[in-house]
C-alpha cells in the first residue's frame, strides 16, 4: 500500500515539475523543474523495479542536460551583465520549490531503500536483462538510433565548421 502512495507522490511531484518547466520564462528556473521531473521519474523506475533504468534516467538525462546548459552558457559568454543577472538568480525564493520537491523524492527513495527486501512488489531488471533485451529483439532499433545520432553529429560538425570558416 505505502508503495502505491510513493508512486503517485512520485508522479504528482513529476507533473507538477514539468508543468512549472514548461511555464518558467526563464530558462534557468525551468531546466532546474525538468531536473526535478527527470529525478522523480527515476523513483517511480526504482519503485516499479527497475534500478537500473532509475540510475540511467539521473545519469543520461539530468547528468546530460545540465553539462549541455553549462556548454550553453559556456558559449554565450555574456559577460558581466550575465554575472550580475546570475547572481540574481541566486536568491533563496527561486531554489525553494525545487529543493522542496526534491527533499520530497529524496525522503521517498531513502525510505524505499532501507525497505527494498519487502517494498518492491516486482523483481528487479537487471543490466544483464536490459543489454539482452536491447541486443536481442531490438538490435535494428538500437542500430537504428545509432546511425541516427551519428548522423545528427556529423551534421552538426558540418554546420559549425561552415560558420567558423565564414568567421561570423
Not at 122 to 141: D, I, N, R
Amino acid at each position: 500500500m505505502l508503495e502505491i502512495i510513493f508512486f503517485y507522490l512520485a508522479a504528482t511531484i513529476a507533473l507538477i515539475a514539468t508543468a512549472l518547466a514548461m511555464t518558467r520564462a526563464n530558462a534557468i528556473h525551468a531546466l532546474i523543474y525538468l531536473i526535478v521531473s527527470l529525478l522523480a521519474v527515476a523513483v517511480i523506475f526504482f519503485l516499479i523495479g527497475a534500478p537500473f533504468a532509475a540510475a540511467l534516467e539521473i545519469v543520461i538525462y539530468a547528468g546530460a542536460i545540465m553539462v549541455l546548459f553549462v556548454f550553453v552558457i559556456m558559449m554565450l559568454n555574456l559577460g558581466k551583465e550575465g554575472d550580475a543577472r546570475e547572481r540574481q538568480w541566486m536568491q533563496p525564493r527561486i531554489w525553494a520549490g525545487p529543493v522542496l520537491l526534491s527533499l520530497v523524492l529524496f525522503a521517498e527513495l531513502l525510505y524505499m531503500i532501507a525497505n527494498i527486501e519487502g517494498s518492491l512488489s516486482h523483481p528487479a531488471v537487471t543490466a544483464k536483462e536490459v543489454g539482452l533485451s536491447l541486443f536481442g529483439p531490438y538490435v535494428l532499433a538500437v542500430e537504428i538510433a545509432a546511425m541516427l545520432l551519428l548522423a545528427g553529429l556529423v551534421g552538426s560538425y558540418h554546420l559549425g565548421r561552415r560558420y567558423l570558416e565564414r568567421g561570423e
